[in-house]
C-alpha cells in the first residue's frame, strides 16, 4: 500500500515480497557498518524481520519503515521511515539505501518527506534522529530534515554512543 509520495520516490508498506529487498539491504556493509549487524542471512530470517519489525510497527504505532520506490522507472531503492525505540521513547528518522543509488539525494528527500508525514499527517508530537558520530553524511541529512544535535547517548540495542538530533527549540 503506498504511503505516500515526494518528487522522486513513492514509500510503500513493507511485506513479506519484500523479503529479498530486506535480506541484501541488512548485508550491505554499510549497513552493517553504520546500523548494526541484524544477523539476517536467509530469506526466511527476512521475512521474520519483516514480520517482527515494520509489520508489527504498523499495528502498533501506525508507522514503520517504507519500501522506495523510484517513480521514473519502479526500481526500489532502500527504505525509510519512522522507527520507534523503546529506549528513545519517541518515533525517530530512519533510512538505508542500497549502495548503488547513494549519493543523489535520495536519502535526504526521504528523511524530510518521512519527518513532514509524521508531523502533517500522523501529528507526532516530536521526531528526532539518531547517528554515530562519524558517519557525517547521515548527520547532513537530519539536518536538511530539519533535525539539530542535541547530545550524545548510548543505544540500547548496539551499546555504542550516538548522536541525538531532535527538534529546534522555537
Known sequence: MEILQSDRLAFYSLTLADSALMLRLLNEESFIRNIGDRGVRSLAQAEQYLQDGPMRSYQQHGFGMYRLVRKSDGVNIGLAGLVYREYLGIPDVGYALLPEFSGRGYASEA????????????????????????????????????????????????????DYYTEPKR
Not at 502533517?120 to 533535525?147: H, Q, T, Y
Open 111 to 162: 528523511a524530510l518527506a518521512v519527518y513532514q508525514y509524521g508531523k502533517n499527517v500522523l501529528k507526532l508530537p516530536e521526531i528526532v534522529g539518531i547517528v554515530a558520530p562519524d558517519n557525517l553524511a547521515s548527520k547532513k541529512i537530519l539536518e536538511k530534515a530539519g533535525l539539530v544535535t542535541l547530545k550524545q547517548i548510548l543505544s540500547a540495542d548496539t551499546q555504542k554512543w550516538l
